[in-house]
């Protein structure tokens, strides 16, 4: 799969207010409880208006679920809502709270960073009538190790001293496993203090399945979205953990990496390659370019590689995919849920991402989604 090559343009995002009690959702509850995902001031890159076809969606849509997309989320909402008049609320409470939501029938669709399990997809038969749950991928990024660390602008880790920091057992950031990926860098004898996420996350599911991919000898833990190793500090959502780190010094935590643009510095990653690799879009889209997609019948799961030592390849690096019933959806809500993932399915659509530090889905797999989406009922 080839993706398109991107230009990095650091814009602050921001959350779109949404006032007022939603109760049209896909498949059933009310839920008027209001969400924090992270956002920022208004982005003004988004895709013009006027192009977005609205078709005959109107109303109030409820979502929920990966607070790593949420910065997307945004931008797209404000150039849909603008266009069609339609409110969209993402609240943006993490990929485990989404997936909940919607196979408790309390949201029009969900974003997960993790594709759906068998149990989840079991359970989604309850509130899609006829159908089930199905992943659609459309958003791609890097996930950011970022720390924060007086005098050291520029640090170099691996997998396996990654792995040890965050399961505690690499405790000084002068340890000699770290000193020895820094020849030249003085590092002070200070505790590390890492940070992870508190509620269930896809981001945490892609991380950790990274380290086990690339240090299963260091990682040895299962793997999910609840974080599984002892110790460190949590925090709830991809804000959270930023906000830790950036108020602690000598922290690290993993992040999408838009959460990291505000005055945090990122870890280059030692992959093999000739060169550490700094997370960045383009080295996301190297590294997504080696999925393959893994999903049956409707469904657009994809398998990454998280080994990957290709030439300037990021391999922790997540997919969001957007969590719809394939059948079943309510028909109050469908018209402005197909329209909505029209949109951000669409080249138009795509391109929002790679200016905000996300990769576009490959041509390949976006041309699927989009015939997929036409098929909602």
């Known amino acids: 799969m080839k993706l398109q090559r991107m230009n990095r343009r650091a814009l602050a995002l921001g959350a779109l207010a949404v006032s007022g009690a939603l109760a049209l959702t896909a498949c059933g509850s009310d839920d008027t409880g209001n969400g924090s995902g992270g956002g920022g001031s208004t982005n003004a890159g988004s ?33 849909f809502s603008q266009a069609c008049g339609v409110q969209i609320n993402y609240k943006g409470q993490g990929s485990g ?14 974003g997960s960073d993790s594709a759906l399990k068998p149990d989840e997809v079991t359970a989604s038969q309850k509130v899609c009538s006829g159908g089930q749950a199905i992943d659609l991928p459309m958003v791609g990024g ?35 496993a770290i000193q020895d990926l820094n020849k030249g860098v003085e590092l002070p004898d200070l505790k590390i203090q890492a940070f992870h996420r508190s509620d269930e996350s896809g981001t945490t599911d892609n991380f950790t399945k990274y380290l086990k991919a690339a240090a299963p000898q260091d990682w040895t833990y299962s793997g999910g979205k609840a974080w599984q190793a002892k110790g460190g500090q949590s925090a709830s959502g991809s804000s959270g953990v930023a906000q830790g780190v950036k108020s602690t010094n000598g922290a690290i935590g993993y992040m999408e990496l838009s959460y990291a643009k505000d005055g945090l510095k990122t870890v280059a990653l030692n992959t093999g390659a000739s060169a550490p690799v700094q997370a960045s879009s383009d080295g996301a889209t190297k590294a997504i ?87 909602l009922s």
């Open 47 to 79: 895709a013009p208006a006027s192009n977005i076809k609205c078709d005959d969606a109107k109303g109030q849509l409820l979502a929920d679920g990966s607070s790593a997309q949420k910065h997307a989320i945004d931008a797209w909402v404000k150039a």
């Open 97 to 110: 709270a989404g997936v909940t939501a919607f196979t408790q029938g309390q949201v029009a669709f969900a």
């Open 142 to 176: 890097p996930i950011a190790v970022a720390y924060n660390l007086d005098d050291v602008d520029n640090l170099v880790l691996d997998a396996a001293t990654i792995a040890k920091i965050f399961d505690g057992r690499i405790t000084q950031w002068n340890d000699k």
């Open 289 to 375: 370019a080696d999925a393959q997609v893994v999903g049956t019948g409707q469904d657009l799961a994809l398998k990454l590689n998280y080994t990957t030592k290709a030439e300037g390849a990021y391999p922790i690096t997540l997919v969001t995919y957007e969590i719809v019933c394939d059948k079943g959806n309510k028909s109050d809500t469908l018209p402005a849920t197909k329209a909505f993932l029209r949109y951000i399915a669409s080249a138009e659509g795509q391109s929002v991402l790679s200016q905000n530090d996300y990769a576009p889905i490959p041509d390949a797999v976006i041309t699927k989604v989009r015939s997929t989406i036409e098929g």
